[in-house]
């Protein structure tokens, strides 16, 4: 996703703000007895027992934001890294040669975490959620100007059909429909919001916009079900991101 704020040479703060703000753990302390407002903002890499290695990783998806480093670049400066503290164990035959096919391990241990390929989607899915939480803030901010909020998906081949039927629908920023389908609405959503004013409703011949109130808790419930269903970590995300939404949480991140 382009990025204008690094073109322009300046840094993207909030979004800073929120990739430092998160809790190291390590996925074996990341249990059910988190308090769901907590587990919102942990951070955490599945399968990845090291607190030492998630600490770094994260703190270079922080640097990396703020400096506006590419994929291919903070991947190969962080795996570099974890050779020089001795992170990387041989190769794996299954993968070619080169970054990706390197063995991630805990030397104090000896416990195996993967292939460096896993960061592709740490830093796309930790950018993103950085991103869109400081675009919420900015928003918040500005609703007095522009109140209302209009889903917008990518439309192209790789978007889900449930997200496409989502875009272009409007809602006020304070209908509960945005607690449960704010951006990014699922593992590595694209999909964005663009917020409007009563000039640009007018303009487009919009009389009014949509009202959730007498679906929102059926789709509520529809989504907890399928957490409960699929990946029961899943609704403690659920539960916590509505949590900070509703609260206004989400807005003090970059405060």
């Known amino acids: 996703m382009a990025n204008v704020a690094f073109r322009i040479g300046q840094t993207p703060e909030q979004a800073v703000e929120f990739l430092r703000q998160k809790k190291m753990l390590a996925a074996k302390v990341f249990t059910k007895d988190l308090k769901e407002s907590a587990l919102a903002r942990?951070?955490?890499?599945?399968?990845?027992?090291?607190?030492?290695?998630?600490?770094?990783?994260?703190?270079?998806?922080?640097?990396?934001?703020?400096?506006?480093?590419?994929?291919?670049?903070?991947?190969?400066?962080?795996?570099?890294?974890?050779?020089?503290?001795?992170?990387?164990?041989?190769?794996?035959?299954?993968?070619?040669?080169?970054?990706?096919?390197?063995?991630?391990?805990?030397?104090?241990?000896?416990?195996?975490?993967?292939?460096?390929?896993?960061?592709?989607?740490?830093?796309?899915?930790?950018?993103?959620?950085?991103?869109?939480?400081?675009?919420?803030?900015?928003?918040r901010d500005n609703v007095d100007n522009r109140p209302y909020w209009q889903y917008s998906a990518v439309g192209d081949a790789r978007t889900r059909p449930a997200h496409l039927a989502l875009s272009g629908k409007i809602y006020r920023y304070d209908d509960p429909f945005w607690t449960t389908f704010y951006p990014p609405n699922g593992f590595n959503c694209r999909c964005t919001v663009i917020a409007l004013s009563d000039r640009d409703l007018a303009r487009r011949g919009i009389d009014e916009v949509g009202d959730s109130s007498e679906f929102w808790w059926r789709q509520y419930a529809l989504r907890i079900s399928l957490a409960i269903k699929r990946k029961p970590w899943a609704l403690s995300w659920l539960m916590a991101r509505c949590e900070l939404l509703t609260r206004g949480l989400i807005t003090m991140w970059g405060e």
């Open 42 to 139: 942990a951070a955490t890499i599945a399968r990845l027992s090291s607190a030492e290695m998630t600490k770094d990783i994260y703190q270079s998806l922080e640097t990396a934001m703020r400096e506006g480093k590419p994929l291919h670049q903070w991947k190969k400066e962080l795996v570099g890294e974890f050779e020089r503290k001795g992170w990387l164990a041989g190769h794996d035959k299954k993968i070619s040669k080169g970054i990706d096919g390197k063995l991630l391990a805990d030397p104090k241990t000896g416990e195996y975490f993967g292939t460096p390929r896993r960061l592709n989607t740490i830093y796309r899915v930790n950018m993103q959620a950085a991103y869109s939480a400081a675009r919420y803030q900015r928003l």
